[in-house]
Every structure is written in C-alpha cells, then in structure tokens.
C-alpha cells in the first residue's frame, strides 16, 4: 500500500524539498500552504493533492483531515516568523505574539487532533519542525523561539500519550529560505544550507523510523 503524507508549508523551503523527496519515494502526497499558485504548481510537478489555505482556520484543518482518510505521515512544517525586524521581548507587539501562537503552536495541535485517527490506524509518524531558537538566547528570537519551545513541549507530551506513533520534534538548523532571509538579511541566508539536502536527511529520518524524540539536522 502506498504512504501517504501530509505536508504544511509545501510551496517552498524545506516543506517543499521534503515534498520533492517524499515523491520521488512514491509517497501520495497532501499539500497545503497559504499561497495558491505556488501550491498548484507544486502539486502539478509532484503529482499531489493540493489544498490551500491557511493551517489556523478550522475549516481549512477539516478539509485536510478529510483529505487523507490514511495517513502515514503528518509534517507539521507551516510556521511565521512574527513581527519583522525582530523585536526584543520588552517591545514585542502582544497582539502579534498571540497571532504567531495561533500559527506555529496551536494550528498544528489542531491538525494533530484532526488526524489522529488515521495517524494511529496506520501506526503512522509525526514531524513537528522547530528550531534552535526553541533552547537558544537569541537576541530577538525571543517571540518565534517560544513558540518553537511550546512546539517541543508539546511533541514531548504527545509521544508519551501515543506509544504507538513515531512523533518527532526537529531542529533542521539554519537554511537558506525565505524565512531566514526575511530575519537576517538575504546575504546571510544564502550561506545557510540548502533546504534539499535537509529534507534529504529528514527523509532519512522517516525512512529509518528510530523511537520519538527531538532530533537536530544540523
């Protein structure tokens, strides 16, 4: 039977090279982002489902619960930077922190539970990404970092709850995405590495299936 997958933050960056892997593989893919053309023209290439949308609407989370009926694989990979430049925490706008809660912790506990169901019909796995900024001091990464924190937390509580699944929280260090360029500049991020040889290694990861727990790709 063919694995499928299911993967946020598909258009670019590291959900889309891990997309590229994961078909050349022979995985059914589900894919989401916000952005539509970008998603549709991935989709093409690939083969797979596209649904745009965004992650934090219920709706949205539903419709791709609904689109992979069996799942092997869910990657929780969508996420914002918040506010840019990066504010410290004395200045951060709270608005804007409870909005990038919503994105990068709550969406993806959101679409945890919608498909869950499938994920342990199938014995199936989870790959919440995070960062190093979710343990490091980072001057200015204080509000992403803890969102990222939260993200680890919660994967540490879920593969504990689900014996049965393979749940892992990953650091894939820094790449050179529009992300990355966005918080440091596009001259910095362009010596970060390639988001393909990353999900190369997190395809490694999947493939090899070792218990849960946060790995770093770095």
Sequence with gaps: ?????LITGASRGLGLALARSLAGAGWNLVLTARGAADLERVAAELGATAIPGDVTEAGHVQRLAQAAPRLDLLVNNASDLGVTPLPPLAGYPLE???????????APLA????TLPALRAAGGAVVNVTSDAATGAYEGWGGY??????????SNVLAAEEPGLRVWWVDPGEMNTRMLADAVGAEEAASAADPAKVATALHDLVKARPASGKVSLQ
């Design 1 to 5: 039977m063919t694995n499928t997958a």
């Design 145 to 154: 970092g803890a969102t990222k924190a939260a993200l680890e937390q919660l």
């Design 96 to 106: 804007a922190f409870r909005t990038l809660l919503e994105t990068n912790v709550t």
């Design 111 to 114: 679409l945890l539970q919608a």
